[in-house]
T-cell receptor, first 114, second 115 residues
Framework: DQQVKQNSPSLSVQEGRISILNCDYT??????FLWYKKYPAEGPTFLIS?????DKNEDGRFTVFLNKSAKHLSLHIVPSQPGDSAVYFC?????????????FGRGTQLTVWP | DSGVTQTPKHLITATGQRVTLRCSPRSGDLSVYWYQQSLDQGLQFLIQ???????AKGNILERFSAQQFPDLHSELNLSSLELGDSALYFC??????????????FGPGTRLTVL
């Protein structure tokens, strides 16, 4: 049962434009959300996170928005750069849970072209 | 470099065989997680260890087992391998084992191919 869903397997964006990656979740117990970035032949690396007490978190060019009522979050990258081309995974868990495991979406392949 | 090492990088074996994947967590990290990524799938949680003790199990098959040793490195044992076990296996580590409080750092993965 996929509790975190990324319905777009791929996204292509021109350099300098905004990239918007979407993620939906079904488990209302989730209250901590993360985005990971993965290059080929490497493991996922943490990018940005958001707690359910916030609806927005920014870190440089990356902003994550959380809509709890819709159980939806999105990652905005502005401006997009060719080096951002990677697979982006959305993940979630329950803060404070003794189970630290993450629930991952299937990922979205972002391609930023010049 | 995340500081998490996994060996081997690639493994090719035949159906019915047994393999062992190894993970060394970052220095100081007590918790180790194993995830499996099959083709076009997200990372599926297999099992978590914290300071040598099993903390949680996910979708781990009975043919699979794992352990965490006193030096905190971990091994994932896969036996009676089937074609469908072909996947990327990632190990991650974190300082603590509690959700949402500790960043998980991922190793580069072991790509297992079962022929």
């Amino acid at each position: 049962d996929q509790q975190v869903k990324q319905n777009s397997p791929s996204l292509s964006v021109q350099e300098g434009r905004i990239s918007i990656l979407n993620c939906d979740y079904t488990n209302s117990m989730f209250d901590y959300f993360l985005w990971y970035k993965k290059y080929p032949a490497e493991g996922p690396t943490f990018l940005i996170s958001i707690s359910s007490i916030k609806d927005k978190n920014e870190d440089g060019r990356f902003t994550v928005f959380l809509n709890k009522s819709a159980k939806h979050l999105s990652l905005h990258i502005v401006p997009s750069q060719p080096g951002d081309s990677a697979v982006y995974f959305c993940a979630a868990n329950r803060r404070g849970s003794t189970l630290g495991r993450l629930y991952f979406g299937r990922g979205t392949q972002l391609t930023v072209w010049p | 470099d995340s500081g998490v090492t996994q060996t081997p990088k690639h493994l090719i074996t035949a159906t019915g065989q047994r393999v062992t994947l190894r993970c060394s967590p970052r220095s100081g990290d007590l918790s180790v997680y194993w995830y499996q990524q099959s083709l076009d799938q997200g990372l599926q949680f297999l099992i978590q260890y914290y300071n040598g003790e099993e903390r949680a199990k996910g979708n781990i098959l009975e043919r699979f087992s794992a352990q965490q040793f006193p030096d905190l490195h971990s091994e994932l044992n896969l036996s009676s391998l089937e074609l469908g076990d072909s996947a990327l296996y990632f190990c991650a580590s974190s300082v603590g084992g509690t959700g949402g409080l500790y960043e998980q750092f991922f190793g580069p993965g072991t790509r297992l191919t079962v022929l």
